[in-house]
């Protein structure tokens, strides 16, 4: 039998001579023409044809004995790879069991490298006062409840906040933070009830009877002859599109409020594309399962299902610390946090102008739609755009002051223009900017890098109360009575 032409490239010329022709030692990639023709005469042998009529001899004498041979020498290099395979493997696993933190995301890890550093950052100030509690083992267990905290999924706007009660955490199963003293759910129309939407800053870090909401709810006392109650929609991480959602889908729901008040700004400049936090993450897993359902489908349901070989590989622990040390390396470093804070953060690069623009331009025209639908609704609407520490805050009596801002740089640039925009057309006649309330506060105004004290949100509070008043609002306290 004759070997086929060889047509490959030339830099595997003599490795394919090689393994077809063992016996041959010489380096066939350099013999061309009369050279080749000399050796093929020289050997007898037409064996073994090239492109360019160079020859070798020995294949036609490979015999059943010689392949077997090397199906052998196949087999045992494989099996010699998995096991070796599986023995990394099992170290990555034993490494990744003892390890966990391993696989944390570079968020995760930022938010832990904050929680190790907390007690060093808050030495010599007291935390009973931020999160009006009466002792430093309140704090302890507010905290832990905190961190147990997290999201699950939610139609429209992708997540919620994850019920969990505990001592002072209290996030219902009905989508929203409790008050000092909760309103029954659904809302009484008898009572004057209040929507609070907002982020995490509304939703608040510390004790639910210290977030805005209820301090707001304390503040008003009564309405209209009629006793308030403030329902907390604030959720981590949301926008005001997001908010916008909610709203709708209460009020499409049954839902009977008074007012409602959104409280924005933050997040709006950290989430520029107006998309929801985490948005790939459904994304993948739509697509993955539509994918295969089209695949199926087409295949009369006999289709190979390789997201299953996929999903096996992407599990492996081996796979898994690889992926992580990868992460790692492109993550960068972690925020550091000021020893001894100055006056002001520390500059970086500010996003682009359009983005920022686009950014205030779907904030007008979310405060356009939210108040048609209040006003259809017998909704009386209020827009609040929040203070945050990158803007008009004196960071010196700050102890939270990291090096890097991360998405959070885009309200460092953001906020100065949103103040020129402002000033030349506010987004609503109910639009209340509270963003340089801190100015002249000579005091820690934040329990971390962006949430607030409890005197602050009760600050916050008394001036969304007085802004409500004092603009002849629906929801103007008849008593004008403090709750507390």
Known sequence: ???????????????????MCPNIEISYGAIHGAQGAAIAAKSGSDGCRFDNGLTSPGVRGMGLASVLRRVQEGVTIAVVTVGLLMVANWGAEKVLVANPSILLSHDELVAQNFKSQRISLTKGYDEKLWFDLPSDEAVRQMWDETYQGGVQFESYVHFRTHAFM??????????????????PWPPDPKNYNILFFGG?????????????????????GAADGRKVYVYNFGRTSYINSQEKIVFERLLASGIRADMAVFFDGLNEFCFRDGKPSNWQLLEHLYNSFHDDYMARARGNDVATRWEFARQFFETLPLVRLARAAATRIASGSMPEYATKPSAAIGEEPSPPIKELEAVMDRYYANVKQISAVGDVSGVQTVFVWQPIPTYKYDTRHDPFVPNQLGCHVGSKFGYPLMRKRVDVLPPSPNFVWLADMQENLKEALY?????YTAPMSRRIAVLIKEAILSRQMPAKAAAGQSRN
């Open 166 to 183: 505990g001592k002072y955490y209290h996030a219902n199963e009905n989508g929203y933070r409790d008050t000092r003293e909760p309103g």
């Open 447 to 451: 329990v971390d890098t962006f949430h």
């Open 1 to 19: 039998m004759v070997a086929p032409d060889y047509a490959g490239p030339p830099l595997l010329r003599e490795w394919w001579c090689a393994k």
């Open 200 to 220: 995490s800053t509304a939703f608040g870090v510390g004790p639910y009877f210290a977030t805005i909401a209820s301090y707001l709810q304390d503040e008003m």
